[in-house]
């Protein structure tokens, strides 16, 4: 059973352009949740979706991000016109429905030049 | 606002000494969970607690699930290089299951 998968590792993006993260949860779980991280930072909670559906958007800003968890294939976090501001890490975590515990993948290091 | 007070902030011990940190919280969580990350990796899932007073080990690893399900600690005995790293408490928050962590404890080995 493959753990959580994302990808791409590293992504390098000019000013202006658009990211897309993507996230594969584990088998069977419906649960994801994205997170992002600076450098000796914690783990800022951005957005929480289940299949088709976001519970939770609040630590999202509201301009130029947005996610989707669709009913077939890996979620999305994309960053349109990105800025230098939105460089950091980018991690995501699923789980199965419950009180069951997440696990994350190895995370997407966005650098904006 | 954040929710978990997790303390201390950073550690700096002697290879082979224990460490404990711990989080707590003015509220009730049926759920806790520890992490740690390493530089450049996603944080990986040590132990998950799920009853209140339950103590789970796992290896050097101990953690307990508060009588008052509002407070969470982890230690870790006989420390060594690779226990380097970011510890980091979660819960899961409300009907919804919002996982929500801690600010994290950074913790230093000296050989």
């Known amino acids: 059973n493959a753990g959580v998968m994302q990808n791409p590792r590293h992504l390098v993006r000019r000013r202006g352009q658009e990211a897309r993260l993507r996230c594969s949860p584990m088998k069977g779980h419906s649960h994801v949740y994205w997170y992002r991280q600076l450098p000796e930072e914690g783990l800022k909670f951005m957005v929480y979706?289940?299949?088709?559906?976001?519970?939770?958007e609040s630590g999202m800003p509201k301009e130029r991000f947005s996610a989707e968890f669709p009913k077939e294939g890996p979620s999305i976090l994309r960053i349109q016109q990105v800025v230098r501001g939105d460089s950091a890490a980018y991690f995501c975590?699923?789980?199965?429905?419950?009180?069951?515990?997440?696990?994350f993948g190895q995370g997407t290091r966005l650098t904006v030049v | 606002g954040q929710q978990l007070n997790q303390s201390p902030q950073s550690m700096f011990i002697q290879e082979g000494e224990d460490v404990s940190m711990n989080c707590t919280s003015s509220s009730i969580f049926n759920t806790w969970l520890w992490y740690k990350q390493d530089p450049g990796e996603g944080p990986v899932l040590l132990i998950a607690?799920?009853?209140?007073?339950e103590l789970t080990s796992n290896g050097r690893l101990t953690a307990q699930f508060g009588i008052t399900r509002k407070d969470s600690f982890l230690n870790i005995s006989a420390s060594i290089p690779s226990d380097v790293g970011i510890y980091f408490c979660a819960v899961l928050r409300g009907s919804a299951r919002q996982l929500t962590f801690g600010s994290g404890t950074q913790l230093t080995v000296l050989p």
């Open positions: 979706l289940q299949k088709e559906n976001i519970i939770d």
């Open positions: 607690l799920y009853k209140a007073g």
């Open positions: 975590a699923s789980r199965e429905g419950g009180n069951t515990e997440a696990f």
